[in-house]
């Protein structure tokens, strides 16, 4: 089947404004979004700059924005959205090249909720242990690959850039309600900030965006439960 | 590279978008209602205004205020109200489910509630159409 894309192309050392490149490609209608991306690079236009590393949807650097909605190329088929593709950068980003983006302030943001177990206690001769139930409240959060479909699909965070963003909520609620983590106040007051999770508006483009069906929202209600409870 | 060293570089492109609100081709029914909601706030507020300076003519006398009122007889005044009464029920209801979802409360019934939103917006605007005309 031919396949056109259209992509939004911008070379920051030689472009002024973005433009848009279009490709007609012969492809499987069983094949990806991204075997299609290589076609293009690989015997159309080597300059065409994309980011991907493992390619079956687990490592998150390929997200962009296809036909309109967030997603990862790696994990969306062509013949689910049909023979006209089009694929810009991720939105609220900085651009660095065609559909690569910046995502250092995603990490910087993904760094201060603290991502990682705290607690100093004598963990004993074995491991901590956690029942299933206590496991099963942060289930969904620890799918995330931080690939950042969420974020960049979020309003709050295309009018604040300097707004936590749901990606990194929801790394927070990872940690904020495991039963074995102890730094649940300092995470709190971390999320709980001008900048945090009172930003989210309830718009719900995060839980559409996310490919891996996290209920990001359910997960900031939470954290903004856990703050009012936490304050009183 | 660590935090402390890295400077947010002031980016080439895209600039701040206003039309990114409006720019997802796709949007669910939270989308639609985070803008519809926007929109009729910002209504709202102008209405706001407007209301006063209506109101404000009754300290010119009552006939200052019956003069202006006269002017609210007029078929494209009362299809404006009509808009009136639709941004009005729409901004009260969904602000009611803005405040549940914040507090955690039905956020996996966000689409149902929006659509019963809109069903009663839609309702609440026939029948006051049916008033009025």
């Known amino acids: 089947m031919k396949v056109t894309l259209k992509i939004l192309r911008f070379n920051p050392e030689t472009d002024q404004k973005p433009w848009w490149g279009e490709y007609e490609v012969d492809m499987d ?47 969306t088929i062509i013949k689910d959205i049909g023979s006209r593709i089009t694929l810009e950068p991720l ?22 909720v603290m991502p990682y177990l705290i607690n100093d206690e004598d963990p004993g ?42 990606a990194a909520a929801v790394q927070a609620h990872r940690f904020i309600f495991d039963s074995r983590d102890r730094a649940t106040e300092e995470r709190l007051a ?16 995060c839980v559409e965006a996310c490919p891996r069906e996290i209920n990001i929202t359910k997960a900031i209600g939470e954290i903004k439960k856990a703050l009012l409870y936490n304050d009183g | ?17 206003l039309g990114e609100w409006f720019s997802i081709a796709k949007k669910g029914a939270g989308g639609w209602a985070f803008l519809l909601h926007r929109l009729t706030g910002i209504l709202l507020v102008l209405y ?4 006063f300076y209506v109101l404000s003519t ?6 200052a205020y019956d003069n202006l009122t006269v002017l609210m007889e007029s078929p494209f005044l009362l299809l404006l109200e009509l808009g009136l009464v639709a941004v009005i029920v729409y901004h009260g209801l969904n602000g009611i489910r803005l405040m549940l979802l914040t507090l955690n409360v039905g956020v996996k019934q966000q689409k149902e509630m929006f659509w019963v939103v809109m069903a009663i917006t839609i309702l609440t605007t026939i029948i006051a159409a049916l008033f009025m005309f």
């Open chain 1, 91 to 112: 939105r609220g980003f900085r651009v660095i090249k065609d559909l690569v983006v910046d995502m250092e302030p995603f990490m910087e943001k993904y760094r201060s």
């Open chain 1, 125 to 166: 001769p074995r491991e901590r242990l956690q029942s299933p139930a206590e496991r099963a409240i942060f289930d969904e959060s620890t799918k995330c690959i931080l690939c950042g479909c969420c974020t960049a699909s979020c309003p709050s965070f295309w009018a604040n850039p300097d707004y936590l963003g749901p």
């Open chain 1, 29 to 75: 209608p069983d094949d990806r979004v991204l075997d299609a991306i290589h076609k293009v690079k690989w015997y159309q236009d080597g300059t065409l700059t994309v980011r991907r590393s493992c390619a079956h949807g687990i490592c998150g650097s390929d997200a962009m924005v296809i036909n309109g909605r967030n997603g990862l190329a790696c994990r």
């Open chain 2, 48 to 51: 706001l205004f407007l209301h």
């Open chain 2, 1 to 17: 590279m660590l935090a402390e060293e890295y400077k947010r570089p002031e980016p080439l492109w895209p600039k701040k978008r």
């Open chain 2, 58 to 63: 009754l300290s010119r006398g009552a006939n």
């Open chain 1, 190 to 205: 971390a999320v709980g900030g001008k900048d945090g999770v009172w930003r989210c508006r309830t718009i719900f483009n």
